[in-house]
T-cell receptor
Framework: NAGVIQTPRHKVTGKGQEATLWCEPI?????VFWYRQTIVQGLEFLTY????????DSGMPKERFSAQMPNQSHSTLKIQSTQPQDSAVYLC???????????FGKGTRLTVV | GDSVTQTEGQVTVSESKSLIINCTYS????????LFWYVRYPGEGLQLLLK?????QKGSSRGFEATYNKETTSFHLQKASVQESDSAVYYC???????????FGTGTKLQVVP
């Protein structure tokens, strides 16, 4: 079991460019989460899927962020027109359910210059 | 809404000394949420350290302990004697009920010095 895999590990984008982050959850896990980690906010919830269906995206900045889960083996987080304040570590996680242990990937560090 | 508060952003402790990292929670959607401590060691991903799902119970792992105190709504992490290898970032989290995501505190960076 390779755990939750996130690619790329590091990404640098210019202001205004698009960034796509990829996540491969653990096989068999029904819930997939995206969090954003910053020094100020800590672990900030963005969105989650259950059985590939979007359940709660209340943490997503609506205008430029979007997430998809086209199949059970991967999810993407897309940020359009990136801004310097989007710079953070984006964490993908998966679990068997929402009330159980969550397994995290190592994260993608996004830097917007 | 539901939330978790960690008041210390960073804690420095000398090796072999005792440790306590504070965590308090607020749960409005459920009386007794599940409580977790996660840890991120340098260069590694965030991983579960321990969890407690029953109020009044204690969880333990790797020498760390945390007791679910419903009276004070606290879930402090303690260790009697820390080692340099315990240096990491520790996150307290709660899960209110099925169908919602886990909520995390802002994290406490522990630095253990010789």
């Amino acid at each position: 079991n390779a755990g939750v895999i996130q690619t790329p590990r590091h990404k640098v984008t210019g202001k205004g460019q698009e960034a796509t982050l990829w996540c491969e959850p653990i096989s068999g896990h029904s819930a997939v989460f995206w969090y954003r980690q910053t020094i100020v906010q800590g672990l900030e919830f963005l969105t989650y899927f259950r059985n590939q269906a979007p359940i709660d995206d209340s943490g997503m900045p609506k205008e430029r962020f979007s997430a998809q889960m086209p199949n059970q083996s991967h999810s993407t987080l897309k940020i359009q027109s990136t801004q310097p304040q989007d710079s953070a570590v984006y964490l993908c996680a998966s679990s068997f359910g929402t009330n159980t242990e969550v397994f995290f990937g190592k994260g993608t560090r996004l830097t917007v210059v | 809404g539901d939330s978790v508060t960690q008041t210390e952003g960073q804690v420095t402790v000398s090796e072999s000394k005792s440790l306590i990292i504070n965590c308090t929670y607020s749960a409005t959607s459920i009386a007794y949420p599940n409580l977790f401590w996660y840890v991120r060691y340098p260069g590694e991903g965030l991983q579960l350290l321990l969890k407690v799902i029953t109020a009044g119970q204690k969880g333990s792992s790797r020498g760390f302990e945390a007791t679910y105190n419903k009276e004070t709504t606290s879930f402090h992490l303690q260790k009697a004697s820390v080692q340099e290898s315990d240096s990491a970032v520790y996150y307290c989290a709660l899960s209110a009920n099925s169908g919602t995501y886990q909520r995390f505190g802002t994290g406490t960076k522990l630095q253990v010095v010789p």
